[in-house]
Structures are given as structure tokens and as C-alpha cells.
Nanobody, 112 residues
Framework: QVQLVESGGGLVQSGGSLRLSCAAS????????AEWYRQAPGKERDLVAR???????NYAGSVKGRFTISTDNTKNTVYLQMNSLKPDDTAVYYC??????WGQGTQVTVFS
């Protein structure tokens, strides 16, 4: 089973930026859809962004225009560039691809 390890979270002021990384234990993102989810306290885990092997991207309405998903297949890594962050973006962020086990996630906290 593919292992995923997220990193790059932190504490940032409203309007700031962060780039999250998700490293896979083997080459996989060239052949499978990669996704980022987030889960805020007391809420369900929601899909934030998705990228196909062909490069097509989809975003949740709440992050469209602010977040960008990308992959680097040479590094088996998927990224989430997050700009213009808002307190509502505070959550634990997870990456996922079919057949992988969920990682620990990375905490993003945005303060005003």
C-alpha cells in the first residue's frame, strides 16, 4: 500500500501563504488522481483540490483562485500552494490517492 506523508503546515497570519507537500512512498501520481482534503475541528473531511495525471485541476469553490495543486512526478510529490489564507482555512490537510493509506496530515492555522 502506498504511504503518504504530508508536510509544510504551520501558523500564518491572514493573507499569508503556505505550500504543502505530500510525498508518496513510490511513483504513483503519474498514473492516479491526487487530491487534497481538509478537516476542521468538529467538521467532516472535505475535498479541497484534485489533479489528474493529465494535469486537469478542480477546486472547491471556497479556495478557487487562491489555492493551486501541482505534482512533481520526479519526486513522487503533490503540492498545494495556498495564497491569501483566511482563518476559515484553518484545518488539518491531508493528501490522498486511490489505494493509499491516509497520512497524519499537516496542521494549518490561520490567525487574523
Amino acid at each position: 500500500q502506498v504511504q503518504l506523508v504530508e508536510s509544510g503546515g504551520g501558523l500564518v497570519q491572514s493573507g499569508g501563504s503556505l505550500r504543502l507537500s505530500c510525498a508518496a512512498s513510490r511513483s504513483i501520481f503519474s498514473s492516479r488522481v491526487a487530491e487534497w482534503y481538509r478537516q476542521a475541528p468538529g467538521k467532516e473531511r472535505d475535498l479541497v483540490a484534485r489533479i489528474t495525471p493529465g494535469g486537469s485541476r478542480n477546486y472547491a469553490g471556497s479556495v478557487k483562485g487562491r489555492f493551486t495543486i501541482s505534482t512533481d512526478n520526479t519526486k513522487n510529490t503533490v503540492y498545494l500552494q495556498m495564497n491569501s489564507l483566511k482563518p476559515d482555512d484553518t484545518a488539518v490537510y491531508y493528501c490522498y490517492t486511490w489505494g493509499a493509506s491516509w497520512g497524519q496530515g499537516t496542521q494549518v492555522t490561520v490567525f487574523s
